[in-house]
């Protein structure tokens, strides 16, 4: 069986993992109802779950799945705070 594995990538690399769980580290740059936009080398929709608490101009680590669109199915999200840059 082949180990499973979960890359950290960013905007710039997204398109080449669709269907793939990927962890996505940047900066909440908007936060709208259950979608947060991340800027990460350019800006991910991030697709939230009722879990997930992140807030403007702070730093997240997500986990999640690309979708086709390029947008990313939320399964974790993590509030890194404001001192990351």
């Given at each position: 069986?082949?180990?499973?594995?979960?890359?950290?990538?960013?905007?710039?690399?997204?398109?080449?993992?669709?269907?793939?769980?990927?962890?996505?580290?940047?900066?909440?740059?908007?936060l709208r109802g259950d979608v947060a936009f991340i800027e990460a080398d350019g800006q991910v929709q991030a697709n939230l779950n009722r879990e997930c608490?992140?807030?403007?101009?702070?730093?997240?680590?997500?986990?999640?799945?690309?979708?086709?669109?390029?947008?990313?199915?939320?399964?974790?999200?993590?509030?890194?705070?404001?001192?990351?840059?």
């Amino acid at each position: 069986m082949e180990p499973i594995s979960t890359p950290r990538i960013s905007a710039a690399l997204i398109d080449s993992y669709i269907g793939r769980n990927v962890i996505i580290v940047g900066k909440v740059s908007q936060l709208r109802g259950d979608v947060a936009f991340i800027e990460a080398d350019g800006q991910v929709q991030a697709n939230l779950n009722r879990e997930c608490h992140l807030m403007v101009g702070n730093g997240a680590q997500i986990i999640g799945k690309v979708n086709p669109d390029l947008s990313v199915k939320v399964l974790n999200a993590q509030d890194l705070g404001n001192n990351v840059v």
